[in-house]
């Protein structure tokens, strides 16, 4: 491989931690704009930090909240009607 396809594929690998880094921030956000106490479970399963590629076992215990906290929320939004026509009534 030569030096400058090195150096493509090396700016392709930081392309995609970054990517994943900026989506984990994302993530610790949003859960928690919604639930702090989940955030900071997050927090604490990533060391005080998003954890980065390089730190499989954080990575993996802070997605691993992250996915508990997401289905606590799903699992407290009230669930839509069925769509249809009316259930009929006896009369």
Do not use: H, W
Not at 40 to 57: C, E, Q, T, V
């Amino acid at each position: 491989m030569t030096k400058e396809a090195q150096q493509i594929a090396a700016g392709m690998v930081n392309e995609r931690a970054a990517q994943r880094q900026r989506t984990m921030e994302e993530v610790r956000r949003l859960i928690g704009e919604i639930d702090p106490a989940a955030a900071l479970r997050m927090d604490k399963a990533g060391s005080g930090r998003i954890p980065n590629a390089k730190m499989p076992a954080e990575a993996i215990t802070f997605l691993a909240e992250a996915v508990a906290s997401l289905a606590a929320i799903v699992a407290q939004q009230p669930r839509p009607r069925k769509p249809g026509r009316p259930r009929k009534t006896a009369s």
